[in-house]
Each structure stands twice: as structure tokens, then as C-alpha cells.
């Protein structure tokens, strides 16, 4: 599926990989790293645009 | 999320400060990450480069504040952090707004209304409008949520109708940049009245009614009003009120600059 020239499926971790191990903050600055946090559990990773918009 | 077993975290550019706002507002309780300057939406190949090409297509001017957005995408993760599913969305025209997105993982549970709600108490009937967010994105759907509580021992015709009744009726006024989709209406309820031979449809308690839109302009146009036109007629055992009209406004800004 092709999007403006843009291969949809290609964009971001691909089914089957490994999601890679990121750490940003949370809203209260403590630092959060994605597996550990997630301690064996399955997740939802969501990225959304904003918060504000 | 209170599902068991299952860990959700959202993430976006926004700065801790914004994302301390929203939770509070939105009574969010799983983690909002902060990427601010995007680091990581970069490195993961999830920067929205498409938003700014889009705008360019139309003419149209991308805000700083829309640059280093991500694309809405969910990753499922299995118990081994392996990506089992993947969902971004396809087409830009019909990209889902934040809100939209966390309501498909979250069910709806975490969402609180945005603040240009509008409520009107009518004859054993009342209604709260408002929309998924307080401000609009150009070319972007969102909707327009109308509840309706009717009031127990009481309901309101929905369709079909027979002629000389007026069914429950839900519209966003057409303007000018305005487009508007069909409204959902749930389910109706068959409904027999004594001695008549024509068959109604009724609505009781409480519904939800969505109502797609988008605000189509090529330039910024700040603020925009949605006048929303709202009909019914509500009848009890024994008796029918008049048909009722109501016009709702409710106000959208405009994405802020970040």
C-alpha cells in the first residue's frame, strides 16, 4: 500500500523483528526503558501525534 | 490499562510538561513517553515526512509545531518483545486523530470529554455534545459525540418513521470548508402502540451518536464553529411532546502552535 510514493508497510519495526529497546521519559521525567518496563508482558506501543493537537 | 497481562505505553514528541496536562485532563493512567526532538520516532523510521509533502501538494504552509510528528502507529509486542502486529494508518486524507487511536487500544475506557463540551437539558431529554479533541488539524476527520439520555418511562422515535413523526436527527450544519460524513445512529427498538396500526422505531436510556468532519480550507482559519442541528420527539405511555429543535455551536481552535 502506497501512500504518496511512501510504502506504508515499510515504515517503523516490521512484523517478526525484535522491537528495539528504547528508554525516553515519562511524564513525570523518570526515565522508562520499553523491555524492562514491560517485564515479559505483551504490550501496545502506541505512537500518536499529540498530546495537544 | 487494567486488562490483564498486557502493558500499553504511549508515545509522542511532546514535552513532559504536555503530557502531565493530558494525563491529568484524560485521567490516563499508563506511561506517556516524551520524545522530545524526536529522537526516537527518527530512529525507529516513524517521522511523518508526509504531513509537510501533503501541505505542499495543496499549497498549504506545514506549522512548526507539525513538524516531527510521528506517524499514529500501534506495534503489538508478544511476551518475547517481538513485533507481532503492526497498524498505520494508510491513507493520509482519513488519518485517525490522537484520540481516535488510544481509543482503539484503550476501548474508551481512559477518555474523559474534551472542554468545548456543550450540554442541553430538554423535556425528558438531555443532550452533551462535543468533539475528540477542542482543536482541529486541516484535512484531518474527527467526530463530533453526541449523547443522548432519555429520561426512564420516556422515548424518542428513531427510523423509519411514519409520516407526521419527527425521528431523532442529528446534523452538522454544511459550511463553507466544512465537510461532514453520515452520523451513526445505534440500533432502534420496534414499538407497538396500542390501537394504531403503523409500526415505530424508539430509542430509551442513553445512546452515543458519532458524527465524522473535517475542516477542508487550504489556509489557516482559526477558530471555526460547528452549529449542530438536533431533532426529536419524545413520548411517554400516554403521551407526546411537540417535536423539539435544538441548534448546539460548539467552538474548535485550531492545532496550536507547539
Known sequence: MKVNGTDMT???????????????????????????WRAGRRALVVFYRSAKW | MVRAGVALIGISYDSQEVLRDFAAAKAI????????????????????????????????????????VAYPAVFVLDESGTVSQKRIQENYRAREGAR????????GAT?????????????????RAYT????????????????????PGWHVYGRPIPNGYTSLAVEINAEEGLVA??????????????GLDEEFNVYEG??????????????????RTLRVSISWQACSDSE???????????????????
Not at chain 1, 10 to 29: C, K, S, T, Y
Not at chain 2, 100 to 107: F, G, N, R, S, Y
Not at chain 2, 112 to 123: K, M, P, T
Not at chain 2, 207 to 214: R, T
Open chain 1, 10 to 36: 515499510q515504515i517503523g519495526p516490521a512484523v517478526g523483528a525484535a522491537f528495539p529497546d528504547i528508554e525516553l521519559p515519562d511524564a513525570g521525567g523518570q526515565p522508562i526503558s520499553l523491555h524492562a
Open chain 2, 132 to 151: 475528540d479533541s477542542d482543536y482541529y488539524v486541516r484535512w484531518e476527520k474527527t467526530r463530533l459525540h453526541v449523547e443522548v439520555e432519555i429520561e
Open chain 2, 111 to 127: 477518555l474523559a470529554r474534551s472542554g468545548n463540551q456543550q450540554e442541553l437539558g430538554a423535556a425528558h431529554v438531555k443532550v
Open chain 2, 29 to 68: 493512567d499508563f506511561p506517556l513517553l516524551s520524545d522530545v526532538g524526536s529522537r526516537v520516532i527518527t530512529e525507529l523510521g516513524l517521522l511523518d515526512r508526509e504531513l509537510e509533502a501533503h501541505h505542499a501538494a495543496f499549497g498549504i504552509k506545514t506549522s512548526a509545531h507539525q513538524q516531527g
Open chain 2, 206 to 223: 442513553r445512546l452515543h451518536l458519532l458524527i465524522p468532519f473535517a475542516v477542508n480550507v487550504a489556509a489557516e482559519t482559526g477558530a
Open chain 2, 240 to 258: 407526546c411532546l411537540m417535536p423539539a429543535m435544538h441548534l448546539i455551536e460548539i467552538v474548535l481552535e485550531e492545532a496550536a502552535p507547539g
Open chain 2, 181 to 194: 460524513g453520515e452520523p451513526e445512529y445505534p440500533p432502534v427498538r420496534p414499538f407497538r402502540v396500542e
Open chain 2, 100 to 107: 481516535q487511536l488510544l481509543e482503539a487500544v484503550t476501548h
